[in-house]
């Protein structure tokens, strides 16, 4: 009795098990979700009015503070105000050694968005003291002092929330850390600050006046900053002096989110630029209070110049038209830019002038391609005890119950009314929308670039969740890059979005080493500093790093489905720059694809096996064209288009993916020819012996040869037919698009002409109709076999695609052609050609498989209708 044979696991089985394992490690984790309780607990009164404020370190600091000290409650101010405490702590610290003291100025503004941002200011500023070796001295309180300041020749009481922190290997080493409202600076931020100043040290004896150093981390915001150098242009100085006089180590004042530049914050840069008046090289009196000026950000007209040359590596510049409305007929328009800001801040106002200036200089034509439209902030209308009434008026609905069945079936689209904008911005889009078919219908390209420009990210989501559906091959850019954009729930929207910034959410390894990047640019601004400010040697240490942020470049990423993707400028990654570059890649991912993919062939190549000489040939033929992308891809990985496989930012994997696909249907038609003809010589051996070659293969000989020819020439075709297709339109406007049309019309009339003198008898046409009727069923079955040579076989099937070429070319012409947004021009070339390849091979293959089965078709029908003699 023989044993059965064991099963064991197939080929195809284990490859199935690695790949479901490779795809078990390419999906990522499910969201982060905590099991603590909430807390119901009340606090504790007493530690309120003892100035104590219950608070973790991360919690926002003026939230707290105003849940305690409502409107009207002066009094609990008052009785919680810990001025004179503090000011005997400043005197006991004073005396052990130096005192820092950091003032952070924020907004107190009563918005979402502002108070997300004043935790993230939180978090930044405890990261660098921890990484500079601070900890707090009461990690679960915060405290506040009142301070009566004069603001219009009234008295107001400016609630400063305040934390201790020391040294953890040296307690004489302490921090004392303000948080400042920065509203309560203005109109007169120099004034109010002597103030502060003056009340916190003014009655500290003055040999420990020069232990105290006292580092501004502000103004939060560019017009604070602006009015500051008003006030020193306005007779202020009394209040500098007053500062001078008091003998302090050191004021700096470090500006880390200000980004204006100098021609828009002072009268005259050359001369009025703080940093120019306020540097270690005036403090010449030692008993005076040394104040220096420090800002350790790129103002926007820097950050915005590093989007220029990326703008330009992607094809979009300003063309070469520079006389408006009077442009040679020969010139190449600009590109079609729109650029959408925030109007009520000064940075909104402030960044389409610079872009313009930046982009298109003096050229007058390019300023009119490039339009501006501008919004309000908080498009969503959410403020404090605000109600969503377009919303409301979406959902209310008519008592028809017939109405009511229809608006349940519609989309809930807000009403015009209430504070929110959404209806501004839908129509902002139909706007946009409008202006991208009018210039692609004048011109041949539509809008190729939206620049959205404002301060607040979730406007900026807002604006591309309306705008991306509406233009899909348009390039989008901004400013700051923040965490918020690369969000999985975001991606459709952000995806491949181009961001400038002067941080990234992670500083040098010698600046942050322990802290986790951060939620955007600003935090990381803000960190880099905190992180100055204390280091030992101050000012010097401020302006080393005010000398290493000139010394580099902002930093530009694309969104990518894993994250921020950072990308070399043209001389590669800034090695001075602040924001490291991304680790070093050896590109083994690509290699291990690569292996991946020789496996497979291997084990293909062992079931299939070459039937002959020209299969091999074309096998190896492929392979390399395959390598030889890839390894273009790898060379032009740092200096254009950038190589990653699963980010979603790089054009490689999708025209590998298209020269697979080219390959795969010269094998296809290959294939399918090598079936017809065996399958022909089968039945012509069955039926018609008389007629049978013999011995010799059909698939052999002169079929083989001609069939090698015609693949041969299918390639060039085409690239040829495809490549005119894709650049009429670009060559000629749709105002002149009777001049393309001409031209493929006597393209086309030379192909019928040539197909007259060279193809005779290949149409089906012909045949169909009876033509000729066959005598024989021996003369019915060659013509057959003359329809199927073939070289008919591609005159017919050629034609076809390019009448349907001729059409695609139409619809581009009138439509417009969407701009391929691949960085750099080699990589753009190739893109473009291996995607006209593609598009005409794959309806070469359809019209190629419509072929073949139309004569099987016409040839049964023929069969069935015609009677032939014996």
Same mark, same amino acid.
């Given at each position: 009795m023989s044993t059965p044979a064991k099963n064991t696991p197939g080929l195809a089985f284990l490859f199935f098990l690695a790949m479901a394992g490779f795809g078990t490690y390419l999906i990522s984790s499910g969201p982060l979700e905590s099991s603590r309780p909430a807390s119901l607990g009340k606090d504790v009164p007493q530690l309120v009015r003892e100035g104590r404020i219950p608070a973790r370190l991360w919690q926002d600091p003026f939230r707290l503070l105003f849940e305690r000290l409502a409107t009207g409650k002066r009094a609990t101010a008052?009785?919680?105000?810990?001025?004179?405490?503090?000011?005997?702590?400043?005197?006991?610290?004073?005396?052990?050694?130096?005192?820092?003291?950091?003032?952070?100025?924020?907004?107190?503004?009563?918005?979402?968005?502002?108070?997300?941002?004043?935790?993230?200011?939180?978090?930044?500023?405890?990261?660098?003291?921890?990484?500079?070796?601070?900890?707090?001295?009461?990690?679960?309180?915060?405290?506040?002092?009142?301070?009566?300041?004069?603001?219009?020749?009234?008295?107001?009481?400016?609630?400063v929330p305040f934390e201790w922190y020391r040294r953890s290997e040296d307690p004489r080493g302490r921090v004392l850390l303000l948080w400042l409202d920065e509203g309560a600076f203005v109109p007169s931020p120099v004034k109010q600050l002597a103030d502060l100043i003056s009340g916190l040290f003014a009655h500290t004896a003055p040999p420990l006046r020069r232990q105290i150093r006292f580092n501004l981390i502000g103004p939060a915001r560019s017009a604070t900053l602006r009015r500051m150098a008003q006030d020193l242009d306005n007779g202020h100085r009394a209040d500098l002096d007053r500062i001078r006089r008091l003998g302090l180590a050191g004021l700096h004042v470090v500006s880390p989110t200000a980004t204006l530049p100098d021609e828009r914050i002072y009268a005259n840069p050359a001369r009025d630029a703080l940093q120019n008046r306020f540097n270690i090289a005036r403090c010449r009196q030692a008993e005076e209070t040394c104040i220096t000026f420090h800002r350790l950000i790129h103002d926007d007209r820097v950050v915005l110049s590093q989007l220029l040359p990326e703008l330009n590596r992607r094809g979009i510049d300003k063309g070469n038209c520079s006389v408006a409305g009077d442009c040679p007929a020969d010139a190449e328009p600009g590109a079609g830019i729109i650029l959408i800001s925030e109007l009520d801040t000064d940075f909104g106002r402030a960044l389409p002038e610079i872009f313009k200036a930046q982009f298109c200089g003096d050229d007058a034509a390019c300023k009119q391609r490039v339009r501006h439209y501008h919004f309000l902030r908080g498009i969503d209308g959410k403020a404090a005890n605000s109600r969503d009434l377009g919303l409301e008026g979406a959902a209310a609905g008519s008592p028809d119950p017939l109405a009511t069945l229809a608006e349940k079936e519609m989309p809930r689209i807000r009403r015009p009314v209430g504070p929110a904008q959404y209806d501004y911005l839908r129509r902002l889009a139909d706007e946009i929308a409008r202006l991208d078919r009018l210039w692609r219908t004048r011109e041949g390209?539509?809008?190729?670039?939206?620049?959205?420009?404002?301060?607040?990210?979730?406007?900026?989501?807002?604006?591309?969740?309306?705008?991306?559906?509406?233009?899909?091959?348009?390039? =989008?850019?901004?400013?700051?890059?923040?965490?918020?954009?690369?969000?999985?729930?975001?991606?459709?929207?952000?995806?491949?979005?181009?961001?400038?910034?002067?941080?990234?959410?992670?500083?040098?390894?010698?600046?942050?080493?322990?802290?986790?990047?951060?939620?955007?640019?600003?935090?990381?601004?803000?960190?880099?500093?905190?992180?100055?400010?204390?280091?030992?040697?101050?000012?010097?240490?401020?302006?080393?790093?005010h000398a290493r942020l000139a010394a580099s470049l902002p930093a530009l990423f694309e969104i990518g489905r894993h994250g921020a993707i950072r990308l070399p400028g043209a001389g590669g990654f800034d090695t001075a720059s602040l924001t490291p570059p991304p680790p070093e890649r050896h590109l083994w991912r690509a290699w291990t694809l690569l292996a991946m993919l020789a496996a497979l062939g291997l084990l293909v190549f062992r079931q299939w096996r070459p039937r002959s000489r020209t299969e091999l040939i074309g096998l190896a033929i492929g392979s390399l064209l395959i390598l030889a992308l890839l390894a273009l891809a790898i060379v032009l990985n740092e200096q254009e288009e950038p190589l990653y496989l699963w980010s979603g930012v790089s054009v490689w994997p999708s025209l590998v993916l298209r020269l697979l696909a080219i390959l795969l249907v010269i094998h296809?038609?290959?294939?399918?020819?090598?079936?017809?003809?065996?399958?022909?010589?089968?039945?012509?051996?069955?039926? +018609?012996?008389?007629?049978?070659?013999?011995?010799?293969?059909?698939?052999?000989?002169?079929?083989?040869?001609?069939?090698?020819?015609?693949?041969?020439?299918?390639?060039?075709?085409?690239?040829?037919?495809?490549?005119?297709?894709?650049?009429?339109?670009?060559?000629?406007?749709?105002?002149?698009?009777?001049?393309?049309?001409?031209?493929?019309?006597?393209?086309?009339?030379?192909?019928?002409?040539?197909?007259?003198?060279?193809?005779?008898?290949?149409?089906?046409?012909?045949?169909?109709?009876?033509?000729?009727?066959?005598?024989?069923?021996?003369?019915?079955?060659?013509?057959?076999?003359?329809?199927?040579?073939?070289?008919?076989?591609?005159?017919?099937?050629?034609?076809?695609?390019?009448? =349907?070429?001729?059409?695609?070319?139409?619809?581009?012409?009138?439509?417009?052609?969407?701009?391929?947004?691949?960085?750099?021009?080699?990589?753009?070339?190739?893109?473009?050609?291996?995607?006209?390849?593609?598009?005409?091979?794959?309806?070469?293959?359809?019209? +190629?498989?419509?072929?073949?089965?139309?004569?099987?078709?016409?040839?049964?029908?023929?069969?069935?209708?015609?009677?032939?003699?014996?």
């Open positions: 008052q009785a919680g105000n810990r001025l004179q405490p503090l000011i005997e702590e400043i005197r006991e610290g004073a005396t052990r050694g130096e005192l820092r003291v950091l003032a952070v100025m924020v907004s107190t503004a009563p918005y979402a968005e502002v108070e997300e941002r004043r935790r993230r200011r939180r978090y930044a500023v405890v990261s660098a003291l921890s990484e500079a070796g601070y900890a707090p001295v009461d990690a679960g309180h915060i405290q506040m002092f009142v301070l009566e300041s004069r603001k219009a020749g009234k008295s107001s009481p400016l609630p390209r539509g809008v190729q670039a939206i620049g959205i420009l404002g301060s607040d990210v979730y406007d900026k989501l807002l604006i591309l969740r309306a705008l991306r559906p509406r233009l899909t091959g348009t390039l =989008f850019f901004t400013t700051d890059l923040d965490a918020a954009l690369l969000h999985p729930a975001e991606y459709p929207w952000t995806r491949n979005l181009l961001v400038s910034a002067s941080y990234g959410l992670r500083l040098a390894p010698d600046i942050q080493a322990r802290t986790p990047p951060f939620r955007n640019g600003y935090q990381s601004a803000v960190f880099h500093a905190v992180r100055a400010a204390l280091a030992p040697q101050v000012p010097a240490a401020l302006d080393a790093a296809f038609v290959r294939q399918a020819l090598v079936a017809l003809e065996r399958n022909q010589c089968r039945l012509t051996r069955e039926w +018609f012996p008389a007629m049978s070659p013999g011995d010799e293969s059909c698939a052999d000989g002169i079929a083989q040869q001609e069939r090698v020819a015609w693949l041969g020439r299918l390639i060039p075709f085409a690239i040829v037919a495809g490549g005119l297709t894709w650049y009429f339109p670009k060559l000629f406007p749709h105002v002149h698009i009777v001049v393309p049309l001409i031209l493929w019309g006597l393209l086309l009339g030379l192909w019928f002409a040539m197909l007259r003198r060279r193809f005779v008898g290949h149409a089906l046409a012909d045949w169909r109709d009876g033509g000729a009727a066959p005598t024989t069923a021996q003369d019915f079955w060659q013509c057959y076999l003359q329809l199927g040579r073939c070289r008919f076989r591609f005159a017919r099937v050629l034609t076809v695609t390019l009448v =349907f070429q001729a059409f695609i070319m139409s619809v581009y012409l009138i439509f417009g052609l969407d701009h391929l947004p691949v960085r750099g021009e080699v990589s753009r070339i190739i893109s473009e050609v291996i995607l006209v390849s593609s598009e005409f091979l794959m309806l070469f293959l359809l019209f +190629f498989s419509v072929d073949a089965s139309r004569l099987a078709i016409l040839f049964v029908r023929r069969l069935s209708r015609d009677r032939f003699r014996e």
